[in-house]
């Protein structure tokens, strides 16, 4: 039990401190295979000598915050053993006394180390859907000279679709294995701690605009299933 421990301490870090989308998908693949083979789950795990805590992992998004994003937050959320909410930032300012945003977070919470995977995984995932709308961008450029960069709600369209494309991949990862959709059941410690310490208000309607090219969507969606599909990464355990 102490090698499976020391491999799964060794992948926190890893995802933990993830560069690249690579390195965090990777060591996410590698801790979802060796918990499934082990049937374990984090809390399981002797991390420590204590019972998990339930533990928080704020993402700073900036002040504006795409729709696509905060779905992002709940798919990850969702297949990481953990919730999320959004929390905003406030400070008065010195000589208007008035409250102004200072920063905007996607906050992960879990058990023991469960929010800082799925921050770490969000942060990756995040990044990777920028990086491939912009290779997309380029690519479409080049095949039909058309510019999309910056056509109203095409990057909308396309992060939306790579986030729905992601989310089939993982129900479909899920339903193929029973042993895999347990272990990434949200455990019900995490849900009764974001009722009793947090009074999480529904946001309203967000407005967002999408294009109305729909092969623009389409085209995140296939993108964001093959990520899916590759995303609990390279065995590095």
């Known amino acids: 039990m102490a090698t499976v421990n020391d491999k799964i301490k060794k992948i926190l870090a890893m995802i933990d401190g993830a560069t690249t989308e690579g390195e965090a998908r990777a060591a996410s693949l590698a801790l979802q295979r060796l918990l499934v083979a082990n049937d374990m789950t984090l809390d399981e795990i002797s991390l420590s000598d204590d019972a998990p805590e339930i ?18 937050a709940y798919v990850i959320a969702s297949n990481y053993r953990c919730e999320s909410y959004f929390h905003v930032r406030h400070e008065r300012d010195f000589w208007t006394n008035r409250q102004k945003i200072t920063s905007k977070q996607i906050v992960f919470v879990g058990e023991a180390e469960d929010s800082v995977v799925a921050a770490g995984c969000f942060r990756a995932t995040r990044h990777a859907i920028e990086r491939c709308f912009t290779s997309y961008v380029d ?81 995140g969606a296939e993108d964001g299933y093959g990520y899916g599909k590759g995303d609990r990464i390279a065995d590095v355990a």
Request: net charge negative; proline share 2%.
């Open 55 to 72: 533990n928080e992992t704020g993402e700073d998004v900036g002040k504006r915050v795409a729709i696509w994003v905060k779905a992002l």
């Open 139 to 219: 690519r479409r450029f080049r095949e039909t000279g058309e510019r999309i960069g910056k056509q109203s709600g095409s990057k909308n369209s396309y992060c939306l679709g790579f986030v729905e494309g992601l989310k089939q991949a993982y129900g479909e990862q899920v339903a193929a294995d029973e042993s895999f959709a347990l272990a990434v059941v949200v455990p019900e410690s995490v849900t009764r701690f974001i009722n009793e310490q947090h009074d999480i208000k529904t946001e309203p309607k967000q407005r967002y605009i999408v294009s109305q090219d729909t092969s623009i969507h389409d085209a």
